[in-house]
């Protein structure tokens, strides 16, 4: 939650083209949906890596690889589809690296809750 308010409130995060809304919230919205597929991939398993066993569940990796292909999609040619502005593939690239973040907030997260309870099972 916190990503995304910084993401829509703070001007570093806005798009070399300017403070144009339209590109800005499709951005955004891509941002939103990245994210989303990237932590899929880490609440399949409570391990800290979130790979493992990977090769076990294929189907999950051609739905979340279709997810992103049409979400690419969608955020190169759909702008005129959902009345936001078109992202450039430089654009898209962008937040996609940016989505890459959640993974090691994920990471942090699950070393915290297997602290935790360890603790608790010491304690």
């Not at 590109?23 to 597929?37: E, K, Q, W």
């Amino acid at each position: 939650l916190l990503f995304c308010l910084c993401f829509l409130g703070l001007p570093v995060f806005y798009l070399p083209r300017g403070q144009n809304s339209g590109v800005h919230l499709g951005s955004f919205f891509a941002l939103f949906v990245y994210c989303g597929i990237l932590l899929a991939f880490g609440v399949r398993t409570s391990c800290i890596n979130p790979l493992k066993n990977l090769g076990q569940n294929m189907t999950f990796v051609l739905i979340m690889g279709g997810a992103a292909l049409v979400q690419a999609a969608l955020s190169l040619w759909g702008g005129t589809l959902f009345r936001s502005g078109t992202l450039s593939p430089y654009d898209l690239g962008k937040v996609s690296l940016l989505s890459l973040l959640i993974l090691p907030a994920d990471m942090l997260i699950k070393l915290i809750l297997n602290a935790t309870k360890k603790t608790i099972r010491n304690g």
